[in-house]
């Protein structure tokens, strides 16, 4: 069974860091994109990066120079890292991945979210 799961979420203050890893685990062929998605209170989830398997990568812009996404293709995590965090940036972090399972046929895959709180 594949699982996504997501930690590293936090309370941070104003223009403080944090860094998110996502592991995919279970019997899985391969990975496509990976990426991080956002959902602040009575918002609608929004993408905030994505990577492809090859290293390309795409940015909202609100997060642009503030934060970077990378992978480990060896270790089937991705990571999130935040810098110069606004109270805006609050919200639940979800990583998507799209995948194929062994003997199965492409697919997203969702964490359960980690909470990202920037305030004082």
């Known amino acids: 069974q594949v699982q996504l799961v997501e930690s590293g979420g936090g309370l941070v203050q104003p223009g403080g860091s944090l860094r998110l890893p996502c592991a995919v685990s279970?019997?899985?062929?391969?990975?496509?994109?990976m990426g991080w998605y956002r959902q602040a209170p009575v918002k609608e989830r929004e993408l905030v990066a994505v990577?492809?398997?090859?290293?390309?990568?795409n940015y909202a812009d609100s997060v642009k120079g503030r934060f970077t996404i990378s992978r480990d293709n060896a270790k089937n995590t991705v990571y999130l890292q935040m810098n110069s965090l606004k109270p805006e940036d609050t919200a639940v972090y979800y990583c998507?991945?799209?995948?194929?399972?062994?003997?199965?046929?492409?697919?997203?895959?969702w964490g359960q979210g980690t909470q990202v709180t920037v305030s004082t």
């Open positions: 279970g019997s899985i062929f391969s990975i496509n994109a």
């Open positions: 998507n991945a799209d995948l194929v399972p062994v003997g199965s046929y492409d697919y997203d895959y």
């Open positions: 990577i492809t398997s090859g290293g390309s990568t």
